[in-house]
């Protein structure tokens, strides 16, 4: 392909770039992509509680955590723009970047920079006056002023970085299109142009020196000041307190200047380095401060500290007696009744036990904590969507690549279609619930949804099973392995595990649906399942939890039992071969299944125990469990096999590719 190309400066202007992943290991990046996407999850969980408590605690509205609000947002803001190339890059190997997408990058990932660096000059600014003039702070800093700090902080970046694409715009590119990072930064993009760079280098210098430069330098005289005003306190203890104030502001500065100071050492003397420690600096630069800041703010500011506590119970709560406990999980009905809404709706409800049985429930979503649902309605969101496409993806892979036509990635389909029932299953009422407060749901509409999330719950198990006696056919007996598995048997498979979680759920409806129920109406979820509608029912329920039990251990323990056994016979299989190296390549075939089965029972073993013996532990950690056990297998399943199979990862990423050919030359290009 190559040969088509001329690298003459005057016939060829690259309209793509090439980005990298590990240097020299790029059959190795999908490695690199589970750190990176358990980094950019912590950075959405750690700042968007950060976000959360500020916003929903009055006693934090201070100067201090305003200008902590503002890094919060500009720490997603540089997560968010440099998470599309950097998964694409290490995921799916999706590694071409057209020009203007690079221009448009890079300046939001040195936009967010510069930004952060001009909050942490305002932090100390902030500092210096809550320590020098404590009785003024508030009134020096009210909000108005806050928010024009942050509208200059956010002009300053805008006009000093918005003639950079303008100055790479007039570049040619006509020489190597390779560029050194997953995303684009501005000297990286620039040292490939076939022409003079002088004007690029002397702006850049000026930008580097007019921002960073002097940002530094306020804040060091900031805090010489700071330590000048401490010195002149008379009391001990007083000065460790006013110290205090100041030492996650100081964890911040150095998380933010110590990566930057570590990547511009490497870069500038460390030529001799692998590149590999090029990228990881380069990585850790982008991808670690984000993730750090609101953990230490978490951990060192103790206001916030004790407003996360206070939300998640974790300690400092008082014991609850055990029947409050358990009217807490399995109603909540006092905080569900405080609301407006709710307590006209529940008006027709009657809770004396001589009353006429309820035809609607209440679903519960952030116990004690209804006013704020909608925050946990955009997480679900983000996971029902990467849910549907993931799963779908996989789907229209294994439809469209005939040489995924084979038994592992059949039940991999029928895996997908599981999830993806089991997630429209719940999806309707958990948005509904976290989204428009819409908590009410009919007995009919109840009870279907408890059926259909409880049968394919069961028909994921069986999946898990069969694609277990799959890996134990193809390593036991591999030149009979397809006509062993023919579509025939495979199709009858589908059918028998389909059948076994319609035939063990059903009667569980008809089992319900003899139940009165004349008190509470208040499920402990945002969805029904059996035990949650079962408890409130005022008649004895022994048949029903009988019942549940036989079922549990036919369908899961049974699963369970069988599962193990296959991986002891195939790890026997395993050791009686003699190659080293046909013992990994017989393992590494059932990787991505042994995830699967961790991903689908780890979270279902943990939604029991909290159930069972958490009862001690606020209604919000029960509720966190149940939506993990529900929402995130089904988000995780297509992740890891993408992942880990490397005939899907190839698929998928030449999907993802614009151009069937692709240019990858050296640095120096090829004469």
């Known amino acids: 392909m190559t040969s088509t190309i001329s690298f003459n400066d005057s016939t060829v202007n690259h309209q793509t770039f090439i980005l990298t992943g590990i240097p020299g290991m790029q059959e190795h990046n999908s490695w690199m ?14 700042n968007l509680v950060i976000l959360f408590v500020i916003k929903t605690d009055e006693s934090l509205h201070e100067p201090m955590y305003l200008f902590l609000s503002i890094l919060a947002c500009s720490d997603l ?132 020196v007019s921002t960073l430069g002097l940002d530094v330098v306020i804040i060091l005289v900031s805090y010489v000041l700071i330590l000048q005003t401490v010195l002149s306190i008379a009391s001990h203890t007083g000065r460790l307190k006013a110290l205090n104030t100041c030492v996650s502001h100081v964890c911040a500065i150095l998380i933010f200047y110590i990566p930057m100071i570590g990547v511009t050492a490497v870069h500038r003397f460390g030529r001799h380095l692998s590149p590999i420690v090029h990228m990881m600096m380069a990585n850790v630069y982008i991808a670690v401060p984000p993730v750090l800041n609101p953990i230490v703010y978490s951990v060192k500011t103790k206001q ?8 998640f119970h974790i300690f400092g ?61 955009f997480p679900l969101c983000l996971l029902y969507v990467l849910t549907l496409f993931g799963n779908f993806t996989i789907l229209f ?55 259909f999330i409880h049968t394919f719950g069961v028909v994921e198990s069986g999946i898990l099973v069969a694609m277990a006696f799959d890996r134990l056919i193809a390593i036991q007996n591999p030149l009979r392995y397809t ?26 409806t008809f089992l319900i649906r003899r139940l009165p129920f004349c008190q509470s109406n208040v499920l402990s979820h945002s969805y029904c399942l059996h035990p949650d509608i079962m408890h409130l029912a005022c008649a004895d329920t022994t048949i029903n939890m009988v019942y549940g039990l036989v079922g ?69 950690v029960h509720m966190m469990m149940a939506n993990v056990y529900i929402a995130v297998p089904p988000v995780l399943n297509p992740i890891v096999y993408s992942v880990k199979t490397q005939q899907i990862r190839q698929t998928i990423r030449k999907m993802f590719q614009r151009k069937k050919s692709r240019v990858d030359v050296s640095p120096l290009g090829k004469l």
């Open 33 to 46: 992509a589970f750190p990176l996407c358990l980094l950019y999850i912590l950075t959405f969980f750690g």
């Open 77 to 208: 803001g540089l997560t968010m723009s440099t998470m599309p190339t950097m998964l694409a890059v290490y995921w799916f190997d999706a590694r071409e970047i057209s020009f203007t997408a690079c221009l448009t990058q890079m300046f939001f990932i040195h936009l967010f920079q510069w930004t952060e660096s001009a909050i942490l000059v305002a932090m100390a600014v902030d500092r210096f006056i809550a320590i020098r003039d404590p009785l003024r702070y508030t009134s020096l800093l009210p909000n108005t002023v806050i928010v024009k700090i942050g509208i200059a902080i956010l002009s300053r970046a805008c006009c000093l970085l918005f003639p950079i694409p303008f100055l790479i715009k007039r570049l040619p590119f006509c020489r190597s299109n390779v560029l050194s990072h997953s995303y684009c930064l501005h000297p990286d993009v620039m040292h490939l142009a076939c022409a003079d760079i002088t004007v690029n280098i002397l702006y850049g210098l000026i930008i580097v």
């Open 304 to 311: 916030i500290r004790q407003r996360i506590c206070k939300m």
């Open 317 to 377: 709560a008082s014991p609850i007696p055990e029947r409050q406990t358990r009217q807490r999980f399995h109603g909540n009905t006092d905080a569900i009744r405080s609301t407006g809404k709710v307590r006209r709706m529940m008006s027709t409800i009657s809770f004396n036990v001589s009353a006429a049985c309820h035809q609607t429930f209440i679903l519960i979503g952030i116990p004690g904590m209804q006013e704020r649902n909608s925050w946990m309605a």
């Open 397 to 451: 892979v294994i439809k469209t690549e005939e040489s995924l036509h084979k038994p592992m990635y059949l039940f991999l389909s029928i895996l997908a279609c599981s999830d993806l029932v089991l997630t429209m299953s719940t999806m309707p009422t958990m948005l509904g619930v976290y989204w428009f407060d819409a908590r009410e749901i009919s007995f009919n509409a109840c009870i279907t949804q408890m059926f």
């Open 483 to 508: 006509l062993l598995l023919t579509n025939t048997v495979i199709g009858k498979i589908g059918v028998a595990v389909l059948a076994r979680g319609f035939f063990v759920c059903f009667p569980s």
């Open 552 to 620: 549990v251990m036919c369908t899961f323990g049974l699963d369970v039992v069988i599962i193990l056994v296959s991986y002891v016979l195939i790890l026997k299989t395993v050791l009686s071969i003699a190659s080293r190296e046909e013992h990994s390549k017989a393992l590494n075939t059932c990787a991505s299944h042994v995830c699967a089965i961790l991903i689908f029972y780890v979270p279902m073993i943990g939604a029991s125990t909290v159930h069972r013996f958490g009862r001690h532990l606020s209604p919000i």
